[in-house]
């Protein structure tokens, strides 16, 4: 039997290329597997970024008190490190001289008055001139201003704590002779403190700006915050800030603000750590903070994020608008909501209704 090998050849090839076509149609069916990819919550609750300052802790105001008159002290507050409350006594001179002078004012006024009564008189009568009456009326009125200086001159040989009033210097003592103006006692207003932190220039916006955002605490030498009577931590609240840089440290003065409490031994002068805990993921006054990671930057013009739909495994593109950026981490200002799933990582290939499979720890990436 004569056997054709050019159509023997010519039937291999043919089974040959309808082989290879069905297994090209077969690769093309088979589905590509879903991205992984990594999900965010928005507005989920994370640990807060903490930092630790140097704090000086000072007093609402320093005041030098002085009597505006001369005198011998005869009164004085004998205690250093003790609270006076507002309007009680510090310090008082011996006042016999200033009384004796307001008695002699208030016996000349006395004169004077009694001189001006009977001329008021005599001028109805025209006994007297226009020019007479009106040098008796000038010397009452003067009489008048000579007792009220002389009043005043009384009080001003006490000294009174002109708020809660830490005694924190007796600069004289006791039967002192002083002058006006002479410095006596030095007090500290404790009604609250200052407490003084140097910050570096990247955290001033958040200090001064963004108040809502973070929380600072004192903290003891062993790391513990300090407690109110109540057993809860003291919380320090923004009170100003210096806009001159220390030239040496690229620092900025922050001065916060810390109530008064009782039973907590904080004094003027002590140095602490100021424990800054940044809140960077819960919702401020203009938005809400998210990985850096999840911003589509591919878009013209226009920032966005992928939604992540849970109940079909699906993305959606949507555009979001952006406040702050800082430390892997950015703001935004609108276009999302609390609650919402968004992709954190993997988003380079992402489409529109595309199916995705959320990253599990605990399986391997393929």
């Not at 006594?89 to 006395?110: F, I, T």
């Not at 001329?119 to 109805?124: F, I, P, R, S």
């Not at 002479?182 to 403190?193: C, E, G």
């Not at 907590?264 to 819960?282: F, K």
Request: aromatic residues 8%.
């Amino acid at each position: 039997m004569k056997i054709n090998y050019s159509q023997t050849f010519v039937l291999l090839l043919t089974s040959l290329l309808v082989l290879t076509g069905c297994s090209g149609q077969n690769e093309e069916v088979t589905a590509k597997p879903a991205p992984l990819v990594q999900l965010y919550e928005v507005g989920k609750d994370v640990q807060p970024t903490v930092r630790h300052f140097v704090a000086r802790v000072d007093a609402l105001s320093t005041v030098d008190m002085s009597f505006q008159v001369a005198g011998r002290i005869n009164k004085l507050a004998d205690r250093q490190g003790v609270v006076i409350p507002e309007g009680k006594l510090l310090a008082a001179l011996d006042p016999k001289d200033y009384e004796l002078a307001l008695r002699q004012a208030q016996s000349s006024m006395r004169k004077a008055k009694s001189d001006f009564e009977r001329a008021k008189q005599l001028k109805q009568d025209n006994y007297i001139s226009e020019s007479e009456f009106d040098s008796l009326q000038t010397s009452y009125d003067n009489a008048e201003l000579a007792v009220e200086n002389a009043q005043l001159n009384v009080e001003y040989t006490e000294l009174h704590a002109p708020f809660d009033a830490l005694i924190t210097n007796r600069l004289v003592e006791k039967f002192s002779y002083v002058q006006p103006n002479q410095p006596v006692l030095r007090v500290q207003n404790i009604n609250y403190l200052r407490v003084h932190v140097n910050i570096p220039e990247q955290l001033m916006r958040l200090a001064v700006e963004e108040a809502p955002h973070y929380q600072v605490f004192l903290e003891n030498k062993q790391g513990e915050k300090i407690l109110n009577k109540a057993g809860e931590p003291v919380e320090l609240s923004y009170l100003e800030h210096k806009t001159e840089v220390n030239s040496a440290t690229q620092t900025y003065q922050v001065t916060f603000k810390l109530p008064r409490l009782d039973g907590v031994e904080l004094l003027p002068g002590m140095v602490l750590t100021a424990r800054i805990e940044i809140d960077r993921s819960n919702a401020s006054h203009s938005g809400w903070w998210v990985p850096m990671s999840a911003i589509d930057t591919s878009g013209s013009n226009e920032f966005a994020v992928w939604v992540y739909n849970t109940a079909s495994d699906t993305v959606t593109y949507q555009p979001v608008e952006l406040g702050i950026i800082r430390d892997e981490n950015a703001q935004i200002i609108s276009g999302v909501e609390a609650g919402q799933v968004i992709v954190a990582a993997g988003i380079r290939e992402l489409q529109n209704d595309m199916k995705v499979r959320p990253f599990d720890s605990e399986q391997p990436v393929l």
